[in-house]
């Protein structure tokens, strides 16, 4: 499990390009959010593609209060599937947060936001 998660890491790191950013903390916020949703659905046994579905339909809405929150909810949703693999190798909403760039830390990876192969 832990080589599949260095495997997906690596993806990822493969993947870097600059997303449009928004205040830090309302992408930390937004991110953090959708991500725990994502966590809180798996571990209801949701499908991934109801996660994904979930997810729109929660960035949507956030979107209508905060408009910036829809370029934080694009690569998020974009990147469900290596968020479902972090979060089941036991990463937090934070850590993923951080890894996507979202939010501060000491690791961070920007995603594409079309990147729907992973």
Known sequence: MKSFFILAIF??????LAV???PQGEECSVCEMVVGLVEKELASNSTEQEIEKL???ACDAVSKYVPEAKQVCSFVEANVPLIV??????LSPQEVCQLLGACSGSATIVLN???KHH
């Open 11 to 16: 993806c990822a790191i493969s993947l870097i």
């Open 20 to 22: 449009p950013r928004v």
């Open 55 to 57: 997810v729109g339909t």
């Open 85 to 90: 693999q972090w979060i089941e190798n036991d």
């Open 113 to 115: 936001p079309k990147n």
